[in-house]
């Protein structure tokens, strides 16, 4: 009878690889910094992995600029289906259908184009890094939605439960891969 491995959960490999960044961007802010989870072999799989469970069954991947963009890559890919990229306003050529939403100190803008795609009845799975506040969160899921898409989940990576993000975006069912 052979060793048998142990195998990580995925909260233990993200737990594992996030590097928490003091003081950043503002003194008082645990910065959670994810960039050595993707840059890792088996970080990348173990994430890519789990939110691919969750997004079964989708037409589309969505992934929001910019870490987005590489997750929902990597569970399209795995899927075999394709990704659109939400862009921050201003990133794509006329006509786009956009979506501005409220940030900490001022307002932003999320686009996606209205050309070349039809997103009406697609099931779509938004993917993203991080969920804080839930403003890009909510702008894509809205933007999604007006462009005629069904958006059953959001999945992240990391969700910061102190910051009421999961309020804002409710009603969109989301799934965390890890809570802090």
């Known amino acids: 009878m052979g060793v048998r491995e142990v195998s990580e959960s995925v909260e233990d490999v993200i737990r594992s690889l996030t590097r928490e960044v003091s003081d950043f961007p503002e003194p008082g802010i645990q910065f959670k910094d994810l960039t050595p989870v993707l840059a890792d072999p088996k970080g990348l799989a173990v994430v890519t992995g789990a939110l691919a469970e969750i997004a079964a069954g989708a037409d589309l991947v969505a992934g929001i600029d910019a870490r987005g963009f590489l997750l929902g890559g990597a569970v399209a890919h795995k899927l075999g289906i394709g990704v659109l990229a939400i862009r921050k306003g201003g990133k794509l050529p006329p006509p786009v259908h956009s979506q501005n939403y409220s940030l900490e100190y001022g307002t932003a803008t999320l686009e996606i184009p209205a050309d070349g795609i039809d997103l009406t009845g697609c099931r779509i799975v938004i993917i993203d890094d991080v969920l804080a506040t839930g ?11 007006a462009s005629g898409a069904e958006v059953p989940i959001a999945a992240v990576v990391l969700e910061l439960s102190g910051l009421g993000g999961r309020d804002k975006i409710s009603p969109l069912p989301v799934t965390s891969l890890q809570t802090v």
């Open 135 to 145: 403003g890009t969160l909510a702008a894509a899921g809205a933007l999604l939605a």
